[in-house]
């Protein structure tokens, strides 16, 4: 027999009583009854009862052993009774008579429980990270992870895909996030940067004549965590396509993306290929973002032109001062308390917007402050353009077109949410186009880049010499799913002259294209493919598929708000002797001492 185990503990059934095996795993709960003793043994495969009365040997060793504790147990497979028969294990219809145990290793008390699913600190969860691994939901995240994973790449290689790995120690660039940078030892007063995404390299693997990339890719940024953003690192569906338009992407990446959503669906619908294409233009009017969780059927309207010269003052002189008003739908709110529309204008002062207007109608009657204000006539046609009904509400958000956008787009989540209306257990994909290739830069007062400054812009040179800047489009693209951004991607820019000329309008001179782009500009003027791609995040579609609203949940081993990893205790303090390999020494911040914990780094 062998030394740990015959079989896992997720493995044995029915057709295995009367034969002896040897189980071995962690306690994971013990229910004393007397004469009696009842274990629950767990692995990674699952769960198998142990039972052991008092006159066996087995007895003491069990009772004394704390849980989580690692044992090996030698017995006899058992039929359990009908009345004790547990149907939500895969084993419940078994149990293992115990004759000898082992204590591999004993467990100390537990900092938190590894049994049921009581919420601890994050800083507990994360410096005993393998004990909250241990826990069920967050056990079986991982596993998803590594599933879709394998899922994901399977589809990509059927795609016509080829899997390469790009450097991990590169250079910095003046574009993006900010970065991680290593000191070299070799190089005094150099650097290298860890990769923010595999972008160039991916672009230069299509100019080196490969025709579809991709891979699984670690990314670092130097940036503060949100929900759905780890600080540090992350991974992406990295994938590039030479010899296509914006249409071949997307036709080669939603059979993959559908397809792993369908696969781990777990009973939600999908959003069938092709997915919708929404100008960013119409998603930032119909929904007041470009990240629109199509789940929520409420459409925002513009209604502008109702209220311009019209009896309600305030929204009155917003018009005339370039301002818009879009209207947020809330049906059959009308027939809720006033408190309803009260609570959301305080919600909207509470997010450091003005209020929030809004007309309440009962019985076909309308209400309110602007149905007041407004005046019968005007009101009607207002509430007929809007297709309102006899018991429906409507909210109104008033200001410069992005402020009222910004502020719509709330107000439609926090009102479909509150009626619910948000469709349960769904999927629900699109593409959000023709994003703009220029911004005003208000701070810097100047043209700057609005997504991403490699994209080949909708017209090509002819655009850029002829059109206002801030009106040229650019073949760029977001992939969202449920309101959350899963990759951005575009066609990219490989003509030179073009991409001289995009940086020029965004204030750079040639030169400035030269030195902080020279791999890939120079590898331009030898041949380049037109060519485009995207990334999909990975920790973001396995949080979506594990309906968890942190990537914390899904990632193994994942750094605090503050890109603590508590468990190792990085990041940390080094020697003497590695700064000075380094070329390196460590200098207060100014107004600190030498002995103050914050300390920056400094070149020797």
Same mark, same amino acid.
């Not at 826990?135 to 390469?164: A, P």
């Not at 999909?536 to 994942?558: S, Y």
């Given at each position: 027999?062998?030394?740990?185990?015959?079989?896992?503990?997720?493995?044995?059934?029915?057709?295995?009583?009367?034969?002896?095996?040897?189980?071995?795993?962690?306690?994971?709960?013990?229910?004393?009854?007397?004469?009696?003793?009842?274990?629950?043994?767990?692995?990674?495969?699952?769960?198998?009862?142990?039972?052991?009365?008092?006159?066996?040997?087995?007895?003491?060793?069990?009772?004394?052993?704390?849980?989580?504790?690692?044992?090996?147990?030698?017995?006899?497979?058992?039929?359990?009774?009908?009345?004790?028969?547990?149907?939500?294990?895969?084993?419940?219809?078994?149990?293992?008579?115990?004759?000898?145990?082992?204590?591999?290793?004993?467990?100390?008390?537990?900092?938190?429980?590894?049994?049921?699913?009581?919420?601890?600190?994050?800083?507990?969860?994360?410096?005993?990270?393998?004990?909250?691994?241990?826990?069920?939901?967050?056990?079986?995240?991982?596993?998803?992870?590594?599933?879709?994973?394998?899922?994901?790449?399977?589809?990509?290689?059927?795609?016509?895909?080829?899997?390469?790995?790009?450097?991990?120690?590169?250079?910095?660039?003046?574009?993006?996030?900010?970065?991680?940078?290593?000191?070299? $030892?070799?190089?005094?007063? +150099?650097?290298?940067?860890?990769?923010?995404?595999?972008?160039?390299? +991916?672009?230069?693997?299509?100019?080196?004549?490969?025709?579809?990339?991709?891979?699984?890719?670690?990314?670092?940024?130097?940036?503060?965590?949100?929900?759905?953003?780890?600080?540090?690192?992350?991974?992406?569906?990295?994938?590039?396509?030479?010899?296509?338009?914006?249409?071949?992407?997307?036709?080669?990446?939603?059979?993959?993306?559908?397809?792993?959503?369908?696969?781990?669906?777990?009973?939600?619908?999908?959003?069938?290929?092709?997915?919708?294409?929404?100008?960013?233009?119409?998603?930032?009017?119909?929904?007041?973002?470009?990240?629109?969780?199509?789940?929520?059927?409420?459409?925002?309207?513009?209604?502008?032109?109702?209220?311009?010269?019209?009896?309600?003052?305030?929204?009155?002189?917003?018009?005339?001062?370039?301002?818009?008003?879009?209207?947020?739908?809330?049906?059959?709110?009308?027939?809720?308390?006033?408190?309803?529309?009260?609570?959301?204008?305080?919600?909207?002062?509470?997010?450091?917007?003005?209020?929030?207007?809004?007309?309440?109608?009962?019985?076909?009657?309308?209400?309110?402050?602007?149905?007041?204000?407004?005046?019968?006539?005007?009101?009607?046609?207002?509430?007929?353009?809007?297709?309102?009904?006899?018991?429906?509400?409507?909210?109104?958000?008033?200001?410069?077109?992005?402020?009222?956008?910004?502020?719509?787009?709330?107000?439609?989540?926090?009102?479909?949410?509150?009626?619910?209306?948000?469709?349960?257990?769904?999927?629900?994909?699109?593409?959000?186009?023709?994003?703009?290739?220029?911004?005003?830069?208000?701070?810097?007062?100047?043209?700057?880049?609005?997504?991403?400054?490699?994209? %080949?812009?909708?017209?090509? %040179?002819?655009?850029?010499?002829?059109?206002?800047?801030?009106?040229?489009?650019?073949?760029?693209?977001?992939?969202?799913?449920?309101?959350?951004?899963?990759?951005?991607?575009?066609?990219?820019?490989?003509?030179?002259?073009?991409?001289?000329?995009?940086?020029?309008?965004?204030?750079?001179?040639?030169?400035?294209?030269?030195?902080?782009?020279?791999?890939?500009?120079?590898?331009?003027?030898?041949?380049?493919?037109?060519?485009?791609?995207?990334?999909?995040?990975?920790?973001?579609?396995?949080?979506?598929?594990?309906?968890?609203?942190?990537?914390?949940?899904?990632?193994?081993?994942? %750094?605090?708000?503050?890109?603590?990893?508590?468990?190792?205790?990085?990041?940390?303090?080094?020697?003497?002797?590695?700064? $000075?390999?380094?070329?390196?020494?460590?200098?207060?911040?100014?107004?600190?001492?030498?002995?103050?914990?914050?300390?920056?780094?400094?070149?020797?």
């Amino acid at each position: 027999m062998h030394a740990y185990r015959t079989h896992s503990c997720g493995e044995l059934r029915e057709s295995h009583v009367g034969e002896d095996v040897k189980l071995s795993g962690w306690v994971h709960r013990k229910r004393d009854h007397g004469n009696l003793l009842f274990v629950d043994l767990r692995d990674h495969y699952g769960i198998t009862q142990i039972v052991t009365d008092v006159a066996d040997a087995a007895f003491k060793v069990l009772e004394s052993v704390r849980v989580e504790s690692v044992i090996t147990v030698t017995g006899k497979v058992v039929r359990r009774d009908a009345e004790v028969v547990n149907p939500n294990l895969p084993t419940g219809r078994i149990e293992i008579h115990a004759e000898t145990v082992e204590v591999q290793s004993s467990a100390q008390e537990l900092p938190l429980p590894v049994f049921g699913d009581q919420e601890y600190p994050e800083e507990i969860r994360l410096r005993y990270r393998y004990l909250d691994l241990r826990r069920e939901r967050l056990h079986n995240n991982i596993l998803l992870r590594s599933r879709v994973i394998s899922s994901i790449r399977r589809r990509m290689i059927d795609q016509g895909f080829t899997e390469f790995q790009t450097p991990i120690l590169t250079a910095s660039s003046p574009e993006g996030a900010r970065d991680y940078l290593v000191p070299s $030892r070799v190089h005094p007063g +150099k650097f290298y940067a860890l990769p923010q995404a595999p972008q160039m390299f +991916k672009q230069l693997i299509m100019v080196a004549g490969f025709d579809r990339y991709f891979q699984i890719a670690p990314c670092f940024r130097d940036e503060d965590a949100r929900a759905d953003r780890s600080p540090g690192e992350f991974y992406q569906l990295d994938f590039e396509m030479s010899f296509v338009t914006q249409e071949d992407v997307f036709a080669a990446i939603e059979p993959v993306l559908a397809g792993v959503f369908e696969e781990f669906a777990d009973g939600k619908t999908v959003t069938p290929a092709p997915f919708p294409r929404i100008p960013f233009a119409e998603a930032m009017l119909k929904y007041g973002t470009d990240k629109p969780d199509l789940r929520n059927p409420l459409v925002i309207s513009d209604v502008t032109e109702h209220f311009r010269g019209g009896g309600f003052g305030l929204f009155a002189r917003i018009v005339e001062g370039g301002g818009v008003v879009r209207a947020i739908p809330a049906p059959g709110a009308g027939s809720l308390a006033r408190s309803f529309f009260d609570g959301m204008n305080d919600w909207a002062r509470g997010e450091g917007h003005a209020g929030l207007g809004y007309i309440n109608i009962k019985n076909g009657e309308p209400g309110g402050p602007i149905a007041k204000n407004l005046g019968e006539e005007s009101t009607a046609k207002l509430i007929a353009a809007l297709g309102l009904g006899s018991d429906d509400g409507v909210f109104f958000a008033a200001g410069k077109a992005d402020q009222a956008a910004k502020l719509a787009g709330a107000a439609r989540t926090r009102i479909g949410e509150s009626l619910q209306l948000i469709e349960e257990k769904a999927f629900r994909f699109c593409w959000i186009v023709d994003f703009p290739m220029y911004e005003y830069d208000e701070e810097r007062k100047q043209i700057d880049f609005s997504h991403n400054p490699f994209s %080949m812009p909708q017209g090509g %040179m002819e655009a850029l010499e002829t059109q206002d800047p801030l009106d040229i489009l650019a073949y760029q693209y977001d992939i969202v799913c449920n309101g959350v951004e899963l990759s951005s991607g575009a066609i990219r820019n490989h003509r030179p002259d073009i991409m001289y000329k995009a940086f020029e309008i965004a204030g750079y001179s040639r030169e400035d294209v030269d030195t902080n782009f020279s791999g890939m500009i120079n590898a331009f003027k030898y041949g380049a493919p037109p060519h485009g791609g995207s990334a999909p995040g990975i920790d973001r579609i396995v949080m979506l598929l594990a309906d968890e609203p942190n990537l914390r949940e899904v990632v193994l081993f994942p %750094m605090n708000q503050r890109a603590e990893d508590l468990m190792m205790g990085a990041p940390g303090e080094v020697t003497m002797k590695q700064l $000075r390999e380094l070329h390196i020494r460590i200098v207060p911040p100014s107004g600190t001492s030498d002995k103050d914990p914050a300390r920056v780094v400094a070149l020797e």
